[in-house]
């Protein structure tokens, strides 16, 4: 079964920057929609950014102009760097998607998980 997973978080200051990494065990992540979603202690879980099948991309407002996601040359890979990052960042981050080749960030059923990665930002 191909699985998702998620590395590059950790303790960052803030205005300062991270890259996650989203890379699926056993295939490539070419075609297929891939969003990123986090959730801080007590919150739900949001999508912060989106890449479609078809190289896509959509961001909420709260991370727009700070945050990129782009799916690296080799397919294999999506990544979210995250620039000036902020107090209100911090969360457990993950990527998901449902498979579906071609797939709009609009129609995403996440039902697909990774183990999620852990960024902090903190003084």
């Known amino acids: 079964q191909v699985q998702l997973v998620e590395s590059g978080g950790g303790l960052v200051q803030p205005g300062g920057s991270l890259r996650l990494s989203c890379a699926a065990s056993?295939?490539?992540?070419?075609?297929?929609?891939i969003g990123w979603f986090r959730q801080a202690p007590g919150k739900e879980r949001i999508q912060v950014a989106c890449?479609?099948?078809?190289?896509?991309?959509s961001y909420t407002h709260d991370v727009k102009g700070r945050f990129t996601v782009s799916r690296d040359n080799d397919k294999t890979t999506v990544t979210l760097r995250m620039n000036n990052l902020k107090s209100e960042d911090t969360a457990a981050y993950y990527c998901?998607?449902?498979?579906?080749?071609?797939?709009?960030?609009?129609?995403?059923?996440?039902?697909?998980w990774g183990q999620g990665t852990q960024v902090t930002v903190s003084a």
């Open positions: 998901a998607t449902d498979w579906v080749v071609g797939g709009l960030c609009t129609y995403l059923r996440a039902n697909y």
């Open positions: 056993g295939d490539t992540l070419d075609r297929y929609a």
């Open positions: 890449i479609s099948g078809g190289d896509y991309t």
